[in-house]
């Protein structure tokens, strides 16, 4: 067995783009999600160890360092970071130039080929879902036996098969003990969820067809396979007798609420551990179905709501209705479901009427907090084809020199500055009203550490503003 390094490479600052990152950019507020996509893979890999180089805060020198005595090193990339992980790649290799370099993630499993070629010093890539491909090369197998890899050989660039997806997820051994071996969970912050959170996968693969979700369309799929809920009750246990420090879990599956009866059989097989749970949810999860969830510990639901203009959502390929929204919305407040609500300017339809649309929609419905993108047509999704086939591209990168979003979609009559500019007009909107900003002080008066966690993101969020304005004006 190769001694077996998996990176999540330094990049830049504040950047969360990786193995676990939906969304790959420097964000408003700094956070951090967990790097799940390559702590499956280390779990599999025995002696294997995991770096997660940006929330440690890890520079280049440090994991060039920490390589030392490595046989295999896999680098998490994606269609921001790419040239940047590259550069990571040929400093390890000129520091350990026996060290075999593989890159996985969304940009690797769709584009293996402009992968391999932003630096010689790549061996290999992994294509789709990676977690057997890699153990297979970490056992030394040839590389021409390997399902799903693409790889050099003879100045060439080969690809084997795909590999089939994963049927039996009870089969994967849990992350839990690689997060506690080589993680420090207290680096890990999401601005909406309690601090120190936990994330984990309960599946993969969405049965939603939205046109810019990344993992579906590049990694996951669109079947959403499962593990039991006995598996997930048993692995919750596990992590609640690791982690006594853990104030809430996240299930960060696409749609966790996709299977509804196995959504409640897991949270009543949750509600003896006494846990504080919350998940990705889509706004159609009925009243019945949030009753027994509520019930059972889920604090908060992670909600696409992406537009409030009903053409876009069918553009998207959403599968909802703006009303329907609406009563999922306030069914999760009359039960005392706090939600972070996500929305998306800048997709296909966009118009200067529909993005006041959706500001509007926003501060009707009113989650408790939101966050604001730009549409990111990443390769590999439909959004990522329709926009080559319309010329609706105005810039070639997904973010700027700092890894912050840049609006690369455009539309006659509406430019790209114009969809940029409207996402700090969006958040003004929502948050600079006094019903918001009085709620906010609630919570912040009711809650030492709240109130705490809410002024330093406060200031974070303005000077991140700010940056943003002079970067836009200087560009």
């Known amino acids: ?209 939205c046109t810019f979700c990344l993992w579906p369309q590049t990694i996951g799929g669109h079947e959403y396979r499962t593990r039991s809920p006995e598996s997930v009750e048993g692995e919750l246990a596990r992590a609640k007798a690791l982690f006594p420090q853990v104030k809430e879990y996240f299930f960060d599956d696409d749609t966790f609420t996709a299977d509804l009866p196995r959504a409640e059989a897991i949270a009543r097989r949750l509600k003896p551990l006494g846990i504080t749970w919350s998940c990705n949810a889509r706004p159609t999860v009925p009243r019945k179905t949030l009753e027994v969830l509520k019930d059972c510990g889920l604090r908060l639901c992670l909600v696409g709501y992406e537009s409030g203009d009903q053409q876009i959502l069918n553009n998207i390929k959403k599968g909802t209705r703006v009303d329907v929204m609406r009563r999922f919305t306030q069914d999760c407040r009359e039960l005392g479901i706090v939600i972070h609500g996500t929305f998306i300017l800048g997709l296909p339809g966009e118009t200067r009427q529909t993005i006041q649309e959706t500001i509007r929609f926003a501060c009707e419905i009113e989650p408790d907090t939101i966050q604001v993108s730009l549409a990111a047509a990443y390769p590999g999704t439909e959004l990522h084809a329709q926009a080559v086939a319309n010329g609706w591209f105005a810039a070639e990168s997904l973010v700027n020199d700092q890894g912050v979003q840049v609006a690369a979609l455009e539309y006659p009559g509406l430019h790209r500055t114009e969809i940029f500019h409207s996402v700090e007009a969006f958040y003004r909107r929502f948050y600079f009203r006094p019903r918001k900003i009085f709620s906010i002080l609630g919570t912040m008066a009711r809650d030492r550490e709240v109130c705490r966690r809410r002024l330093r993101e406060g200031w974070e969020f303005l000077r991140f503003m700010a940056r943003r304005r002079q970067e836009a004006a200087a560009a």
């Open 1 to 209: 067995m190769l001694k077996t390094l998996l990176l999540n490479p330094p990049s830049f600052e504040g950047f969360d783009g990786g193995a676990g990152s939906r969304y790959q950019a420097r964000r408003e507020v700094r956070s951090f999600w967990y790097p799940t996509w390559l702590a499956q893979p280390a779990a599999l890999i025995p002696g294997s160890t995991l770096i997660d180089a940006p929330p440690d805060g890890l520079t280049v020198p440090d994991v060039i360092a920490r390589a030392a005595g490595y046989d295999l090193c896999i680098l998490h990339t994606s269609t921001p970071s790419l040239q940047s992980d590259a550069k990571v790649a040929e400093a390890l290799k000129a520091a350990h130039p026996r060290l075999r370099l593989g890159f996985v993630g969304a940009q690797a499993a769709v584009r293996p080929v402009e992968t391999l070629r932003a630096s010689p010093a790549i061996d290999f890539a992994a294509r789709h879902e990676f977690d057997y491909t890699l153990r297979e090369v970490a056992e030394g197998r040839d590389y021409g036996a390997i399902d799903g890899l693409s790889y050099r050989t003879n100045g060439s660039i080969l690809h084997n098969r795909d590999r089939a997806l994963i049927r039996d997820m009870d089969a994967l051994p849990s992350v839990v003990d690689v997060y506690r071996r080589d993680l420090t969970l207290e680096h890990y912050v999401i601005g909406y969820l309690q601090h120190p959170y936990l994330s984990l996968y309960t599946g993969r693969g969405c049965p939603a067809k």
